[in-house]
């Protein structure tokens, strides 16, 4: 949705407005920038990180080296596997 938003030039309900304005003056200081949609299974690293945080204390966290449970996925991105969905 917020992809749509941002490329379509789509006003944002109230809610999700200050995130979308954010992006789009994020996405402004870069000379070529282009959002695309993937599902999960498209960018499994993504969704662990998502995951990690959201089980994670609030604050900061820094991650010197890929969690262990991260590292077969960027193994398996590495050499091209592909993920399917359930």
């Not at 379509?8 to 996405?27: G, Y």
């Not at 998502?50 to 449970?69: F, K, M, W």
């Amino acid at each position: 949705m917020v992809v749509h938003l941002i490329n379509n030039n789509r006003e944002p309900d109230n809610l999700s407005a200050a995130i979308v304005l954010d992006i789009k003056n994020l996405i402004s200081e870069f000379q070529d920038c282009i959002l695309q949609h993937t599902l999960r299974e498209g960018n499994a690293a993504a969704d662990y990180l998502a995951s990690l945080g959201h089980n994670s204390q609030p604050g900061l966290s820094i991650l010197n080296t890929p969690p262990v449970g991260l590292r077969h996925i960027l193994a398996g991105d590495q050499l091209g596997a592909s993920f399917l969905r359930p």
